[in-house]
């Protein structure tokens, strides 16, 4: 899948530079920032940004 094979480069990516993948914590309401529930980082992001994202290509 696409989003895997991207998730892991830049995965890869952070590595280098010693950062872990993690979500943004929402303290209170933020009502521009996406905020889809997702139990890991991956699908965080890939359901707030990365679909998001295809859409609008689209």
Same mark, same amino acid.
């Given at each position: *899948?696409?989003? +895997?094979?991207?998730?892991? #480069? $830049?995965?890869?990516?952070?590595?280098? &530079?010693?950062? +872990?993948?993690? @979500?943004?914590?929402?303290?209170? %309401?933020? %009502?521009? *920032?996406?905020? /889809? !529930? /997702?139990?890991?980082?991956?699908? $965080?992001? #890939?359901?707030? @940004? $990365?679909? !998001? &994202? @295809?859409?609008? =290509? =689209?």
């Amino acid at each position: *899948m696409v989003w +895997d094979a991207l998730y892991e #480069k $830049y995965v890869a990516l952070a590595e280098e &530079f010693g950062i +872990d993948p993690s @979500m943004p914590r929402h303290a209170g %309401r933020h %009502r521009h *920032m996406p905020n /889809a !529930p /997702a139990s890991t980082p991956s699908q $965080y992001w #890939k359901t707030n @940004m $990365y679909i !998001p &994202f @295809m859409d609008h =290509l =689209l």
